[in-house]
């Protein structure tokens, strides 16, 4: 147990754990935010007080991104799935864009946004299970593509994009989702970059659209569902309707507790630190092996296995005793998974490196 709430170390990859000292913040207004006499959930979303916290929230993502002017920031709704809809719908103009396949997530987008137009499969690491990044430095690139797709860090298969597809002046699209607010990223290599904050940033329900300005348009298809339009939520400031009010707030707070941290460059260094003593060790260990090629290795999810499924069941059980939990891989690749999301604490590595070699002391 990590701490004085009987807290355990959790691997989950979403949604994830939260920084204490935030969930502590949040209890502690929670009755009574801020002489309002009411609790944040119940504040009328076009109130002075909501809108000082929306506002703010804004304010802190771009600053711990350096998000450019000419981006609109977006508090959405509708998950990471949503968006496999949304932006197709709102980017297609010539109805051709590009995908590179690099796991569940991208295909899943890939497969939606078929139903909007000519889709194109660029690259594809399906091959070896999604278990590496194909080389996107020469890709054959529609020359009427509107946009070119990815999904940057590949939550199920513990891979990243650690150097951007050459898009040849096409704008590049990315799912953030599992590693937003982990490293810094230059915006404007983007068109657009969406997030479902429920892994590295706050509760589920909100997902958060980063767009440059130009992409907005007044000129979709009449079909569009109004809520599907990013323009509409641009011109209203994310509040066209009731936006998931309360998991804004849980980001304004993480917005906060990241800047109080150092920023992203901070964040980065301690993501790598974090993640090394885990590949480390998985790169000398005799009974676990990471499951990624390593030059596409993830600093947020980290699968690995033993190689012998009952022993892994094994490994799952026991370390959960240990308060080390969720560390069972996705059904799609078996074995263990560990998120460390910015929230785990160093210590939660340490611990889960602790035990693992003990396990495998006992068990090889
Ligand atoms: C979790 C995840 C999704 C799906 O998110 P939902 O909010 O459940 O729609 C999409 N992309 C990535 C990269 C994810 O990690």
Redesign the pocket.
Known sequence: MTDKYNRVFNFS??PAVLPVEVLEEARDDMLNYKNSGMSVMEMSHRSKTYDEIIKTAQKDLRELMNIPDNYKVLFLQ???????SMVPINLLKNGVADYIVT?Q??K??YQEAQKYGKINKVATSEDKNFSYIPDCSDLDISPDADYVYI??????YGTKFHTLPNTKGKILVS?????FLSEPVDVTKYGLIF??V??NVGP?GV?IVIIREDLLRDDLPSWCPTMLNYKIHADNDSLYNTPPAYGIYICSLVFKWLKKQGGLKKMKELNEKKAKILYDFLDSSKLFKGTVEKSSRSLM?VPFITGNDEMDKKFVEEAKNEGLVQLKGHRTVGGMRASIYNAMPIEGVVKLVEFMKKFESENI
């Open positions: 990859a979403g509708g998950g990471a799935h949503l968006q496999f796991g997530w991208a899943k987008a999904c940057e860090n590949n939550t199920i799912d953030m989702s599992s590693c997030a479902g429920q892994k589920a997902q999810n």
